[in-house]
T-cell receptor
Framework: EAGVAQSPRYKIIEKRQSVAFWCNPISGHATLYWYQQILGQGPKLLIQFQNNGVVDDSQLPKDRFSAERLKGVDSTLKIQPAKLEDSAVYLC????????????FGPGTRLTVL | AQSVTQLGSHVSVSEGALVLLRCNYSSSVPPYLFWYVQYPNQGLQLLLKYTTGATLVKGINGFEAEFKKSETSFHLTKPSAHMSDAAEYFCAVSLDTGANSKLTFGKGITLSVRP
């Protein structure tokens, strides 16, 4: 079974530029999460989708961050404009609707904002 | 709201020694508890989880953890460290499982294993 795929793996941009990250969850997984992991901290949930609907985006900085999950499969997370403090690893995770299923994580995208 | 405390940022042990990584949680309702491991430049991998039932949980790679409600703790242990255990370890709490789970992570502990 293929895992959660993310691209790009690394991205360097200057502040005020825009950037987008892509995630392809495990086939059949209805729920998809985006986490932000700042160096030295644990991952923090930004947004949770179930199919193509948003379940929780309470911690998403909506003035600059946006995310979508068209057709309930792939998802993109966008930052516009980026700030220095957005430098972090952005992790995507997915899980199925079955019982006590676990979240499976992708390898992440490391963003550096200069 | 729930939270996780992982005291210290770095633990160093000798190969073959006991590994003990501490985790304390705060939750208003009975929590679901998780330990994840992260190797360099990789995503998080689930080591073990406590949902209900037996409070001693066994996971992959010889790790286990015990849920102690009275101490609000979920410490991770392994009897004998191996060089391949060197990684970052995260404790997490959720109020639900499966598709409704929302994980709150601790800040993580880096485990080093000395030869």
């Amino acid at each position: 079974e293929a895992g959660v795929a993310q691209s790009p793996r690394y991205k360097i941009i200057e502040k005020r530029q825009s950037v987008a990250f892509w995630c392809n969850p495990i086939s059949g997984h209805a729920t998809l999460y985006w986490y932000q992991q700042i160096l030295g901290q644990g991952p923090k949930l930004l947004i949770q989708f179930q199919n193509n609907g948003v379940v929780d985006d309470s911690q998403l900085p909506k003035d600059r961050f946006s995310a979508e999950r068209l057709k309930g499969v792939d998802s993109t997370l966008k930052i516009q404009p980026a700030k220095l403090e957005d430098s972090a690893v952005y992790l995507c995770a997915s899980n199925s609707l079955a019982g006590e299923s676990e979240q499976f994580f992708g390898p992440g995208t490391r963003l550096t904002v200069l | 709201a729930q939270s996780v405390t992982q005291l210290g940022s770095h633990v160093s042990v000798s190969e073959g020694a006991l590994v003990l990584l501490r985790c304390n949680y705060s939750s208003s309702v009975p929590p679901y508890l998780f330990w994840y491991v992260q190797y360099p430049n990789q995503g998080l991998q689930l080591l073990l989880k406590y949902t209900t039932g037996a409070t001693l949980v066994k996971g992959i790679n010889g790790f286990e953890a015990e849920f102690k409600k009275s101490e609000t703790s979920f410490h991770l242990t392994k009897p004998s460290a191996h060089m391949s255990d060197a990684a970052e370890y995260f404790c997490a709490v959720s109020l639900d499982t499966g598709a409704n789970s929302k994980l709150t992570f601790g800040k993580g502990i880096t485990l080093s294993v000395r030869p």
